[in-house]
């Protein structure tokens, strides 16, 4: 199972960006997903989640400015991230719950994607 996330880049204050994570593999289900972000000498942290089903959950940090959501027939998840402040300056990694059919056994684990960086300038 592979995560590949794309869309970061370098954005002015209050600008917009779209993030995309695309999970390919053996993938049997894909579960809950997420984006987690890591700020400059900051601690990694969660910024958004989403249920197979929908119903997401925002940091109170990003809460009504980004917005989560996610194609399941395309195995893909985006986070759609407004009014950017220089704050919000992080490597953002995409996380999924995935389970796989291992031979004759399913198994769920998580996976990370690779990072992609966001820069807001002021």
């Known amino acids: 199972v592979q995560l590949q996330a794309s869309g970061g880049g370098l954005v002015q204050s209050g600008g917009s960006l779209r993030l995309s994570c695309v999970v390919s593999?053996?993938?049997?289900?894909?579960?809950?997903m997420s984006w987690y972000r890591r700020a400059p000498g900051r601690e990694r942290e969660m910024a958004a989640e989403i249920p197979r089903g929908g119903g997401a959950n925002y940091a109170d940090s990003v809460k009504g400015r980004f917005t989560i959501s996610r194609d399941n027939s395309q195995n893909t998840m985006y986070l759609h991230m407004h009014s950017l402040t220089p704050e919000d300056t992080a490597v953002y990694y995409c996380n999924a719950d995935v389970t796989v059919l291992d031979g004759v056994l399913y198994t769920t684990q998580y996976y990370w994607g690779q990072g992609t960086l966001v820069t807001v300038s002021s």
């Open positions: 593999g053996s993938i049997f289900k894909l579960n809950a």
